[in-house]
Structure formats: structure tokens, C-alpha cells
């Protein structure tokens, strides 16, 4: 019988600590040393991890049942043995459910083009976009959004949100053309922009240039430092803050909630 084993490596950068699991046959470096680990050699590495805590052998003796995945992911867990399950997690979930993320990504995507970016949605076509939503944030292959420069970086689509003041409904001008989000965790910086046609003879290009300030590996505080309206620069009250959640994340789309309760699709 062919032998599974399994590669994890731990990468070290400045101030972001990644992880990588791949299925395959090679070695794997634990501080330094490098050890040979099929599945049953990485369990029972986990079991002795487990037990060599101080502060999981208090829990295991006074707890009379537990799950050592719950006792993993608990706060008092070493933080190697947590990102492993978590990494191990994501990849299950990443494996199981691809079939089922492309699948409801169509269905939200065609909605959206539909509803046109959500300007025209009717309260049962939102009610269904919500549902969608919902469903996909279960299935999100990356549980650490903000570390994952190489996903989040970049310029995005706006393809749909329930936020009026960004699709015009509230000043009554119509956006053209796409509407832009360009997040970078790596310099923390941000910016929206679109342009936008007053009373039906002039166009202008808006902009708004934000910092980032990551509270977890999803959620940020959106600092805003500055407006711009064609030629015309305005600096931002310091009052201007909101938030971003990333709730789900791959290589071409973005999910994310507003402090507002709002949602955003955009896609790369």
C-alpha cells in the first residue's frame, strides 16, 4: 500500500508569520530540525504537544471529556499547534467544498450583473444575495485574509453592495464606468475611486485614499486621509473612519462586510 505523507513547512518574514501544507512526499522542518512525518507520526506529534503544555494538562485534568481540535483552537493552545490545525482546516475545506464555492461565486457574480452592481435590486433579489453571501463565507479557503499579500493585494471590481451612498442612490448622480478598490497590506494603504456624472453634462473622477489599520488576520480599520474630486484635494476630518471585514477571499473574488452592515462583491 502506498504510504501518504505529507509536507508543512513555517516560513518566517517580517511581522507575518504563513504556513503551507502541501499533500506530497518530502521532509518537514520543525525549529530547525527536519523530521520525515507521515499522518500517524504527525498525530502523535500533536498528542505529545498536547501533553507537554502545562496549560493543557491543567484543562485535560479538569475536564472529564474534550476535543484536543477544540483544545488546539483555544486561546491557551501554543500558537504552532493552533495555525496546524487551522492550516490542516482550510485545506480539508479547501479540497471538499471547491465543486460548491464555484458554483454559488456563478450565482452571486450573475445576480450581480443582473441587479446592476445592486442600483436596481428589488428586496427579494437582495434577500437572495444575502442568502448566497452567507453560504460562501462558510466556505472560504482562506481563514487569514490580511496575511495573504499575494490573494488581497491589488486593484478590485466592485460587483455588487447594498450600500446606497456608494451605488448614488443617495445624491442622485450615476456612477461611470467601474468602481475601484485597491487594498495593499503590505504598505497599509487603500483607496476607492469611480467617476461620476453631475446633472447629466459633467463627468469627474472621485477618489479616496485611506490607511489601513488591521485589528485581526480579517478585520481592518479604514482610516481616511484624503478626497479627491477632479483637480480638487481635500483632506479627510479625522471623524472619517470606518471598517472592513474580509469574510471570504481566493485568487479572483473578495467578499467583505462595512462597519454599516453593508455587503461588497469585487473581484480581481
Given amino acids: 500500500m502506498k504510504k501518504t505523507e505529507a509536507r508543512l513547512s513555517f516560513i518566517k518574514r517580517p511581522h507575518v ?9 518530502t521532509m518537514t522542518k520543525l525549529g530547525g530540525c527536519t523530521v520525515k512525518l507521515n499522518f500517524l507520526s504527525m498525530f502523535i506529534v500533536v498528542v505529545k504537544i498536547l501533553f507537554l503544555s502545562s496549560s493543557f494538562n491543567s484543562q485535560l485534568s479538569s475536564s472529564s471529556s474534550y476535543s484536543p481540535v477544540a483544545l488546539a483552537l483555544s486561546p491557551t493552545a501554543p500558537p504552532m499547534l493552533s495555525k496546524f490545525v487551522a492550516i490542516k482546516m482550510a485545506h480539508v ?22 441587479t446592476q452592481r445592486g442600483l436596481t435590486a428589488t428586496p427579494e433579489q437582495q434577500a437572495t444575495m444575502d442568502k448566497l453571501f452567507g453560504r460562501l463565507e462558510k466556505v472560504n479557503p482562506t481563514p ?21 451612498s456608494i451605488l448614488g ?14 487594498l495593499n497590506v503590505t504598505s497599509l494603504t487603500a483607496f476607492n475611486s469611480e467617476v461620476v456624472n453631475y446633472f447629466g453634462v459633467l463627468s469627474l473622477p472621485r477618489k479616496v485614499i485611506a490607511e489601513l489599520s488591521p485589528q485581526s488576520n ?10 479627491e474630486i477632479g483637480p480638487l ?9 470606518g471598517q472592513l471585514d474580509v469574510t471570504y477571499l481566493d485568487e479572483t473574488l473578495r467578499l467583505s462586510r462595512g462597519d454599516k452592515g453593508n455587503l461588497f462583491v469585487l473581484t480581481k
Fill in 93 to 114: 475545506v479547501a479540497t471538499i467544498t471547491k465543486p460548491q464555492r464555484e458554483q454559488l461565486k456563478k450565482e452571486i457574480l450573475s445576480l450581480a450583473a443582473e
Fill in 169 to 182: 442612490k443617495k445624491d442622485g448622480f450615476t456612477r461611470e464606468g467601474p468602481i475601484l478598490q485597491m
Fill in 218 to 227: 480579517r478585520l481592518t480599520n479604514v482610516l481616511f486621509k484624503r478626497f
Fill in 144 to 164: 487569514n485574509p490580511l496575511l495573504d499579500a499575494t490573494k488581497i493585494n491589488g486593484l478590485w471590481t466592485l460587483r455588487y453592495t447594498t450600500s446606497d
Fill in 17 to 25: 508569520a504563513s504556513y503551507q501544507y502541501t499533500p506530497s512526499s
Fill in 233 to 241: 484635494k481635500i483632506k479627510a476630518p479625522e471623524s472619517a473612519q
